[in-house]
């Protein structure tokens, strides 16, 4: 069985600040992790995703996301918010037997200016 | 290359009406899944399917929603006697489906149903 966690459902940043949304995850088999990002009335599209080898992965957008087995978190950051920026991410793992994700619950992200 | 195509894009039925909803997966793949997005939640997983097949249907709800990709066309989502709580943004996403390897879901843009 798999889960994830958002902390958060609600971020708001300055433009030109620090984005970090928190995911944390559980899963008894090796996870494959994910971060979406979906605006309004959207579908989802991809960020980046860990399915194995370096643990810090870098995605589109400026986004990256790392790892770390030890506390069983994938924490997506950005170092410097942009307006665009501004939509829902949603974290996901997916266990290497099956393909199919489990959803955190989403972080909204406001970007002001 | 096309990416995953949903129709409609939006649909409104009465209760206890009937709502197909179709997914069309980028060319050359072969597994389709459905996920549901209720108002303010994430994504649920529903169904799982592969030409004429389901590999798992563990989130779909026991009555009235049923799910098939034919052989020939798109993937049919179905509800039937639909009821207020339907309402939704359903989600397809669509992969290769190739063995030994991970096979990435590229999602379409959702069918939003409400149920009136």
């Known amino acids: 069985a798999q889960s994830v966690t958002q902390l958060g459902s609600h971020v708001s940043v300055s433009e030109g600040a620090l984005v970090l949304l928190r995911c944390n995850y559980s899963s008894s088999v090796p996870p494959y992790l994910f971060w979406y990002v979906q605006y309004p009335n959207q579908g989802l599209q991809l960020l980046l995703k860990y399915t194995t080898g370096a643990t810090l992965v870098k995605g589109i957008n400026g986004f990256e996301a790392e790892f770390k087995k030890s506390e069983t978190s994938f924490h997506l950051t950005k170092p410097s918010a942009h307006m665009s920026d501004a939509a829902e991410y949603f974290c996901a793992v997916s266990g290497a037997a099956g393909n199919k994700l489990t959803f955190g619950g989403g972080t909204r992200v406001l970007v002001k200016p | 290359n096309a990416g995953v195509m949903q129709n409609p894009r939006h649909l409104v039925r009465r209760r206890g009406q009937e709502a197909r909803l179709r997914c069309s997966p980028m060319?050359?793949?072969?597994?389709v899944y459905w996920y549901r997005q209720l108002p303010e939640e994430g994504l649920k997983f529903m169904v799982y399917l592969q030409k004429e097949n389901i590999i798992d249907e563990s989130g779909m709800p026991k009555e009235r929603f049923s799910a098939e990709f034919p052989k020939e066309g798109p993937s049919i989502l179905r509800i039937q006697q639909v009821v207020r709580g339907d309402s939704a943004a359903y989600f397809c996403a669509s992969s290769t489906g190739l063995a030994g390897a991970y096979n990435e879901q590229f999602f379409g843009p959702g069918t939003r149903l409400t149920v009136l």
């Open positions: 060319k050359g793949h072969s597994h």
